[in-house]
């Protein structure tokens, strides 16, 4: 049973933007945070950005200034905004929704290359 879905993702050049979003099933009752997590090839699984329920934020140093993450509580949405992308910022993006348990997307690949 899908409780949490992420379209999108892709492939990006270098210094270019991209936009994922996450969806999380109404089956998921008083979602708290909301964020996004990363994991590239090798590395250990990364807090990217989290939001409150009331829309204080979190990120990680090396996105912060072009990153932004946003919600909408009616929709059960999360969204994230990356821009200036670097090489680096290639990973499997997780979005994760907070409640009495920690929920996870399946993930979406993020691919910046020229």
């Known amino acids: 049973q899908v409780q949490l879905v992420e379209p999108g993702g892709g492939l990006v050049q270098p210094g270019g933007s991209l936009r994922l979003f996450c969806t999380a099933s109404?089956?998921?009752?008083?979602?708290?945070?909301m964020g996004w997590y990363r994991q590239a090839p090798g590395k250990e699984r990364e807090l990217v950005a989290v939001?409150?329920?009331?829309?204080?934020?979190n990120y990680m140093h090396s996105v912060k200034g072009r990153f932004t993450i946003s919600r909408d509580n009616t929709k059960n949405t999360v969204y994230l905004q990356m821009n200036s992308l670097k090489a680096e910022d290639t990973a499997v993006y997780y979005c994760?929704?907070?409640?009495?348990?920690?929920?996870w997307g399946q993930g979406t690949q993020v691919t910046v290359s020229s």
């Open positions: 994760t929704a907070k409640s009495t348990l920690l929920y």
């Open positions: 109404a089956i998921i009752v008083s979602i708290n945070d």
């Open positions: 939001i409150g329920r009331g829309g204080n934020t």
